[in-house]
């Protein structure tokens, strides 16, 4: 018992009840810090995708089939709401100067690509093109692949992706 009882009088020492305050009061201080610097850091990244989600639609520019098979995949993800996705018909773009988010059907309407860019509200409007691998020609790639916030995208998997991606990046807009 003599040696537990010098191991205790060693640390009751004034010199280790500073230290350990000490010790805490930083622990607690850094804590704090990386609480803060979280809530700072994530907050305006959920603000946007809530915002985002909640008010932006997208508009899908196709024939019927087109729009049905891309509205489809995208309201079976229940991440978006039927009523925030919308038709612009192929006779009918002036309708893309009021979207913010275009998704383009390259098979149905890609011989209009052109028209859609220069109808949409602006360079910050995202466009999404969904094309099968290799549908679009080298040439009109290098020139899609210039245009600011445009995604050329060719799986429905990774569609809900590039949606999510360009409304957030784009959410600062509106």
Not at 109 to 122: A, E, L, M, P, T
Not at 134 to 147: D, F, H, L, T
Request: proline share 3%.
């Amino acid at each position: 018992m003599p040696i537990i009882h010098f191991i205790q009088n060693f640390f009751n020492n004034p010199f280790f009840s500073i230290v350990g305050g000490l010790t805490t009061l930083l622990a607690v201080v850094c804590l704090l810090y990386k609480i803060t610097c979280s809530v700072l850091g994530i907050s305006p990244l959920v603000f946007r995708m809530g915002k985002a989600l909640w008010r932006r639609k997208i508009a899908i520019i196709g024939n019927e089939q087109a729009y049905s098979s891309l509205k489809e995949c995208i309201s079976d993800s229940r991440i978006f709401h039927d009523k925030n996705i919308i038709h612009i018909l192929l006779d009918n773009l002036d309708k893309v100067k009021e979207q913010s988010l275009l998704l383009v059907d390259w098979e149905s309407s890609g011989d209009q690509v052109d028209q859609i860019f220069q109808n949409r509200k602006s360079h910050k409007t995202a466009v999404i093109i969904f094309a099968k691998a290799g549908s679009i020609p080298p040439e009109k790639m290098s020139e899609v692949a210039n245009k600011t916030n445009t995604v050329v995208v060719n799986a429905k998997g990774r569609l809900l992706n590039d949606i999510l991606t360009s409304l957030i990046t784009t959410s600062f807009e509106n």
